[in-house]
T-cell receptor, first 112, second 115 residues
């Protein structure tokens, strides 16, 4: 599976948009970009995923560059409860052999 | 949405004893489940992939005789840490592949402390 690179930590003011970048320069054509987050001492929570088009759901937006070598997760109005570690993962989608490998992630601190 | 539960949520045991952790998919059937381990301030590390009715596939460096995985039904996988030692103390998280095939739902985790 392709590997990802994320900044180790970021700060964001409450109410502002949090933009979390991810580099995945070796992504394959059939690999999706997935984002999960993990709040302290809990299991990871799915946020969003995409292949090549931008995606939006009730939690976040995902912007994928045209060459698919990087992406940005956007939390439009960050709250204190969004403080967590955010993981960007690339993997194949509907495949019998997929497994999700976590990198180090980005620790997002939302400050009042 | 799909829910994955784990039991117990935390456990403390003495060194040398065995501990069983259960992972259940509550409202869907999961032919594939995954087990992860997470040490403090570190990321999740995949330990093994569990397929219903067959042997688990372990990641490199994970001792299969120490971490016994059983996936006997479509809604239950168990991880047994045999002869636990303090270095096995960790946060164990399971996840289940969802019915659509491309989803993965995570349990809340089990914190194991070995004294």
């Amino acid at each position: 599976d392709a590997k990802t690179t994320q900044p180790p930590s970021m700060d964001c003011a409450e109410g502002r948009a949090a933009n979390l970048p991810c580099n995945h320069s070796t992504i394959s054509g059939n690999e999706y970009v997935y984002w999960y987050r993990q709040i302290h001492s809990q299991g990871p929570q799915y946020i969003i995923h995409g292949l090549k088009n931008n995606e939006t759901n009730e939690m976040a937006s995902l912007i994928i560059t045209e060459d698919r070598k990087s992406s940005t997760l956007i939390l439009p109005h960050a709250t204190l409860r969004d403080t967590a570690v955010y993981y960007c993962i690339v993997r194949v989608g509907n495949s019998g052999g997929f497994k999700t490998i976590f990198g180090a992630g980005t620790r997002l601190f939302v400050k009042a | 949405g799909a829910v994955v539960s784990q039991h117990p949520s935390w456990v403390i045991c003495k060194s040398g004893t065995s501990v069983k952790i259960e992972c259940r998919s509550l409202d869907f059937q999961a032919t594939t489940m995954f087990w992860y381990r997470q040490f403090p301030k570190q990321s999740l590390m995949l330990m093994a992939t569990s397929n219903e009715g067959s042997k688990a596939t372990y990641e490199q460096g994970v001792e299969k005789d120490k971490f016994l995985i059983n996936h006997a039904s479509l809604t239950l996988s168990t991880l047994t840490v045999t002869s636990a030692h303090p270095e096995d103390s960790s946060f164990y998280i399971c996840s289940a592949r969802g019915p659509r095939g491309d989803e993965q739902f995570f349990g809340p985790g089990t914190r194991l402390t070995v004294l």
